[in-house]
């Protein structure tokens, strides 16, 4: 029997084609799935030539075409499944997607009706019975890990049919649903084959790989569903093992860096100790991160992961409050996880923080000590923290606590969908069957005011990203950050009122946030602070130039870095490059910040440009004069030789025999940071052809008299 297997469709949860569109979005969003890849490589073991769909890509294609957003996304790809006529449809299932999932299995079971429906994963697994009590168009779920239950049950399907003999299924006998007995867990990972990552085609090119390095959880956090599918027996891969995936992933994709997937890596010290040596001891430069609890971890080995190639480690601290600590059964010394942030930020391995509130126990107070360790992460530059509302997850001891008291509202957890807007037809299933996607509930805080309590999420979420610095500055300069969302919160509904819901997630995404909270802090008290002046000037200058239109691109081809320049040629500024002139050093101020101390001044005019990151956010970088007046010069309406005549008046220091020369270094060198792009229009080239012999390029015969070009050099180097 053939069959196909596709992904759960997290990009899903983005309705709005700029967040589709974001990098950080479309890189996350990509990453191949290890799960279904994994038991892709196992069906080829057995001889089979598994079908493969990866739904997050057929979602990007689907946001770039004609029928987004009208036309329903889960019909045109089950349209599209239907066609390879597969006998049975293996679907990955997540909560966050679940909906858009079953709505997918439903379209394609109308359309392909003898076809078999298969579902996995985590979300599947533990609302099996559900689901099958639901929705009569899927057939089957398999529960856990299916590694080994896959390949017993294709052959079940192929023969006797005997249901009953495959651990970890659950299926109809008649009109009852049956349930097997999970299997035991696969203790030897290293058995298991490389996932077939070449189905996917999303590594070439990529940043980054994901690889298996364990399963199981021993803790017990209420909230949590990780024991759900992995279960609590632990076990890793060898080191030589993931060191081995490692090297064929690089001779194959060219990658350097890993994502090493498992909650709990640090929780055996001394196989963590094990798999550095071995990193060391190869003599590969691999870079990769992990997740860790803080209470298995310390200053020692943190220095033997970073010297072994970890950059990066997940910390889930959850709640700030010891209160909260113990009732959520996390028991964190929250004194100790501070002192590792730190520890980390030190040696330079970059920390996720990531926060949740929104439990019902929880009470302002809880949730201003969450709010505490979050701006500490923040002052952190090499830490990202993160704050969640909490979601019921199915089947955990505290969905089992509340599931009797959920609520349904037009914002849900950010942990289940991070869209502005929710899918009508996933929120009619949603709302129909609350006991399949309770992670899109919220349980009862009565202790805080829910409206207020969602709108500090956002917050806080977005200041992250937006105004890093300013908020940490303002933290030093008031003794209580959350006394101070809730002054901006006053301030917001006397300018934005009536916004509710996704009315209030999308706001917190636009330009007139950006706005208005400038304009609250200025006339705040916190204002009086040099440092979080510095900020606002700087906010001020980022919002000036958000507000300029982008300019037309020239008409012509864009240039190779590299690539001759001619006098024709029209060079212009990326959008995302934008100068900024400041009155003092803003670096300075930041390392400030992040001491909590005092700053530096620095005064004087400082120039900068900001620089779009591989993770999507919006970097600052220092730039010369020089390089400013060159930035600005380039509007994508002026040719090369008009700049070169514009810029002796910005940089009048640079000697005259050698300015032209030096003007076009600091282009080409611009060009090359992606700063510029610069066109070459038809017409421009058939006249350079004409002028070949009098001047080709520009001032050619000029720079030729002076090759050394000693003084232009040290004046260009000496600015930059």
């Not at 966050?96 to 599947?124: D, F, N, V, W």
């Not at 008291?405 to 950010?414: A, F, I, K, Y």
């Not at 600005?632 to 002026?638: H, Y």
Request: glycine fraction near 6%; proline fraction near 5%.
């Amino acid at each position: 029997m053939t069959i196909c297997l596709m992904t759960a469709p997290t990009a899903t949860e983005y309705g709005n084609l700029e967040d589709i569109r974001a990098q950080p979005v479309q890189q996350i969003a990509s990453e191949p799935a290890l799960g279904i890849l994994t038991l892709a490589a196992v069906l080829r073991q057995r001889g089979e030539s598994p079908g493969y769909v990866d739904l997050n890509r057929a979602y990007f294609d689907y946001a770039e075409s004609d029928a987004f957003p009208g036309e329903d996304f889960a019909e045109i790809v089950a349209h599209g499944i239907a066609a390879c006529g597969t006998d049975i449809y293996g679907f990955g299932s997540l909560c966050s997607s679940y909906p858009t999932t079953i709505r997918i299995a439903k379209a394609l079971k109308l359309q392909r009706p003898k076809a078999t429906i298969l579902i996995g994963g985590p979300q599947a697994s533990v609302v099996d019975t559900q689901t099958l009590a639901a929705f009569p168009f899927v057939d089957l779920i398999l529960r856990g890990e299916c590694e080994r239950s896959l390949p017993l049950l294709l052959d079940e399907l192929a023969g006797e049919r005997r249901l009953d003999r495959v651990p970890g299924l659950t299926y109809r006998a008649g009109s009852q649903v049956q349930r097997n007995p999970l299997p035991p867990v696969i203790e030897d990972l290293d058995a298991l084959p490389t996932p077939a990552y070449d189905l996917s085609g999303e590594l070439r090119g990529a940043a980054r790989a994901s690889l298996e390095l364990g399963r199981g959880c021993p803790f017990s956090c209420t909230f949590c569903s990780t024991n759900d599918f992995f279960r609590r027996r632990f076990r890793l891969r060898s080191p030589l093992r993931v060191l081995r995936d490692m090297r064929a992933l690089a001779a194959e994709y060219s990658l350097s860096h890993f994502v090493l997937t498992h909650d709990m890596f640090t929780v055996d010290r001394r196989r963590v100790v094990e798999f550095c040596e071995v990193m060391v001891a190869s003599g590969e430069k691999f870079t990769w991160g992990c997740s860790a609890r803080t209470d298995c971890i310390d200053e020692d080995l943190l220095t033997v992961m970073q010297q072994a190639g970890c950059r990066n480690v997940f910390l889930g601290i959850e709640v700030g409050s010891e209160r909260m600590q113990k009732i959520i059964d996390k028991g964190l010394n929250l004194r100790r996880a501070r002192e590792l942030v730190d520890f980390a930020e030190r040696i330079g391995v970059g920390t996720i923080v990531s926060m949740i509130t929104g439990f019902p126990e929880e009470t302002w107070e809880d949730v201003r000590e969450s709010v505490i360790f979050f701006m500490h992460s923040l002052k952190c530059a090499q830490s990202t923290p993160q704050l969640n509302v909490l979601a019921p997850l199915a089947e955990t001891a505290l969905y089992t606590r509340c599931k009797d008291q959920l609520t349904l509202e037009e914002l849900c957890s950010d942990m289940s969908s991070q869209s502005r807007t929710l899918n009508q037809l996933d929120v009619a299933l949603i709302r129909e069957h609350s006991e399949i996607f309770p992670n899109f509930y919220l349980i009862p805080t009565p202790h805080l005011d829910r409206s207020a309590h969602l709108e500090m999420v956002e917050f806080f979420s977005v200041g992250v990203v937006r105004f890093r610095w300013l908020l940490s500055a303002i933290d030093q300069a008031t003794s209580n950050m959350l006394d101070f969302f809730f002054e901006w919160r006053k301030f917001r509904l006397q300018v934005r009122p009536g916004l509710v819901g996704t009315q209030l997630r999308n706001y917190y995404r636009i330009r007139e946030f950006h706005g208005d909270f400038v304009s609250f802090v200025a006339v705040h008290d916190v204002s009086g602070n040099e440092a979080v002046n510095a900020f606002l000037e700087l906010e001020r200058a980022m919002l000036r130039r958000a507000m300029q239109p982008n300019v037309p691109r020239p008409a012509g081809e864009v240039l190779l870095a590299g690539s001759e320049l001619w006098s024709t040629d029209v060079p212009l500024v990326m959008p995302q490059a934008r100068v900024v002139e400041l009155n003092c050093d803003i670096q300075l101020v930041v390392e400030g910040v992040k001491r909590r101390s005092e700053p530096i001044w620095v005064r004087g005019p400082h120039f900068y440009v900001t620089r779009r990151t591989t993770s999507g956010v919006n970097q600052l970088c220092s730039i010369s004069r020089w390089v400013a007046a060159v930035l600005c010069a380039c509007d994508g309406r002026r040719t090369i030789a008009t700049i070169l005549r514009r810029l002796p008046a910005q940089i009048p220091e640079v000697n005259n025999e050698v300015r032209d020369y030096v003007y076009l270094r600091l282009l080409r060198e611009i060009q090359a940071l992606g700063y510029i792009e610069i066109y070459r229009d038809s017409d421009a080239k058939s006249f350079a052809k004409d002028q070949s012999g009098k001047n080709q390029g520009v001032r050619r015969r000029r720079i030729q008299k002076d090759p050394d070009n000693q003084r232009g050099l040290r004046s260009a180097s000496a600015e930059r």
